[in-house]
């Protein structure tokens, strides 16, 4: 399975999943226009990434823990919906027996990005490291 790059834009963030690393990194600002166009790629990469990792796992016996960093410094209300939906997606990773480890890094002066990230754990039920930056 091939990576999946997004460079950053003024309005969007870097993008950079690499399967065979197991890291998984969104990064920047994230306010784009048009917030389904612009995570739609991101969720089906993820969608197929579940048959990778599924064949990793059962005939490759291969348990390594999936890597997930957010390193946001803003996301507005509707990159929120689409962040939401990627938690979801990591959260049946975890529900299917996968290794997972979020990171979740904040600005030490900017509440939001921190707040957020709490909110967006006790939504999903996923344990988050919260890393001040």
């Known amino acids: 399975m091939e990576q999946l790059l997004i460079e950053a834009k003024e309005d969007s963030p870097h993008v950079l999943f690499d399967p065979i690393a197991n890291n998984f990194l969104i990064s920047g600002e994230s306010r784009p226009e048009n917030a389904g166009k612009f995570y739609t790629p991101i969720i089906n990469w993820l969608i197929d990434f579940e048959g990778f990792a599924y064949w990793r796992k059962t005939e490759m016996k291969d ?70 930056s």
């Open 63 to 132: 348990e390594s823990t999936l890597f997930f960093v957010f390193n946001l410094e803003y996301f507005n209300s509707t990159s929120a919906k689409y962040i939401l939906d990627i938690l979801l997606l990591i959260k049946k990773f975890e529900t299917k027996g996968y290794n997972v480890n979020i990171k979740w890094h904040y600005d030490k002066f900017g509440d939001d990005i921190l707040d957020s990230g709490k909110e967006l754990s006790e939504m999903t039920g996923l344990n988050f490291e919260l890393i001040q």
